[in-house]
Nanobody, 125 residues
Framework: QVKLVESGGGSVQAGGSLRLSCAASRFPVSNFCVAWFRQTLGKEREGVAQIGLPGRVTSYADSVKGRFTISQDNAKNTLYLQMNGLKPEDTALYFC??????????????????WGQGTQVTVSS
């Protein structure tokens, strides 16, 4: 069974940092389009960052460019999201996602077939 498990969420003050992790099992993240999304109550799931396939080009939402960095460790089969300069508007439930398709720019959430359970990030002012 393909599985994604996020960790690393928490509560921080504005300006702080967090690193989210997404451990994958039963498939190699290096061969999938992988991404981080976030969602707040009453809003649609928003694409935050993505590692493309096959070129592994990274893409970011304008709202996080220069502050967030997506990366992966193939040896650990884990996806990361380093979040610096956090703002209250970054508060959301963050999900990692994966899909066996070619992708370059940020891809709609409906295209991804594999999802983690989510990890909460809360940023206070």
């Amino acid at each position: 069974q393909v599985k994604l498990v996020e960790s690393g969420g928490g509560s921080v003050q504005a300006g702080g940092s967090l690193r989210l992790s997404c451990a994958a099992s039963r498939f190699p993240v290096s061969n999938f389009c992988v991404a981080w999304f976030r969602q707040t109550l009453g809003k649609e799931r928003e694409g935050v960052a993505q590692i493309g396939l096959p070129g592994r080009v990274t893409s970011y939402a304008d709202s996080v460019k220069g502050r967030f960095t997506i990366s992966q460790d193939n040896a650990k089969n884990t996806l990361y999201l380093q979040m610096n300069g956090l703002k209250p508007e970054d508060t959301a439930l963050y999900f990692c996602a994966a899909g066996p398709f070619i992708c370059d720019d940020l891809t709609e959430s409906t295209a991804f077939g594999y999802w983690g359970q989510g990890t909460q990030v809360t940023v206070s002012s």
